[in-house]
T-cell receptor, first 116, second 113 residues
């Protein structure tokens, strides 16, 4: 079972460069999330999506963009990389069945991004 | 916005002993979920246990159990019979009906042999 797959696992960017972190899930989950984890810290929500075509900002959206054209994919775009975006990025997904029932969130392995 | 607070940056426990991790949260909602996730050095996030706020009974999963105090907005995790494989960072997380899953800053658990 693939679950949530993130690529790449590691990346070094120069200041001002752009890149897209890929995330795909094969569980037909409607909810998808992007988090960043700074060293020794908890996870902060960047963006989330409740279904294809619907996205919304989390706690720290500045400097990032997302899209959700399909149920499976939820890419995160960094347009002008800055050193403050050095972090580990996690994608996650979960399924909402309605009537206040849902699954746990499944996480990808993370992408370690360094901006120099 | 919901706030999840873990006041213990680090905890150390002797193998086979018990350790309790604290978590408090701030919310005005009555229905929500609470979770404990484990993050070993591999970075993988692993669900340890979950609790639905409308259930009064505390959740248990083998050696892991919670003490859920809804009125106090407290959700502690007890690890019994600690094993070397329990060494990891543990995150408390909160989710309500607006879909957002919010995390605390984490507690690093060290297990001494």
């Amino acid at each position: 079972n693939a679950g949530v797959t993130q690529t790449p696992k590691f990346r070094i960017l120069k200041i001002g460069q752009s890149m897209t972190l890929q995330c795909t899930q094969d569980m037909n989950h409607n909810y998808m999330y992007w988090y960043r984890q700074d060293p020794g810290m908890g996870l902060k929500l960047i963006y989330y999506s409740v279904g294809a075509g619907i996205t919304d900002k989390g706690e720290v959206p500045n400097g990032y963009n997302v899209s959700r054209s399909t149920t499976e994919d939820f890419p995160l775009r960094l347009e002008l990389a800055a050193p403050s975006q050095t972090s580990v990025y996690f994608c996650a997904s979960s399924f909402w069945t309605g009537v206040f029932r849902d699954t746990e969130a499944f996480f990808g392995q993370g992408t370690r991004l360094t901006v120099v | 916005a919901q706030t999840v607070t873990q006041s213990q940056p680090e905890m150390s426990v002797q193998e086979a002993e018990t350790v309790t991790l604290s978590c408090t949260y701030d919310t005005s909602e009555s229905d929500y979920y609470l979770f404990w996730y484990k993050q070993p050095p591999s970075r993988q996030m692993i669900l340890v246990i979950r609790q639905e706020a409308y259930k009064q009974q505390n959740a248990t999963e083998n050696r892991f159990s919670v003490n859920f105090q809804k009125a106090a907005k407290s959700f502690s995790l007890k690890i019994s019979d600690s094993q070397l494989g329990d060494a990891a960072m543990y995150f408390c997380a909160y989710r309500n009906l607006d879909y957002k899953l919010s995390f605390g800053a984490g507690t690093t658990v060290t297990v001494r042999a």
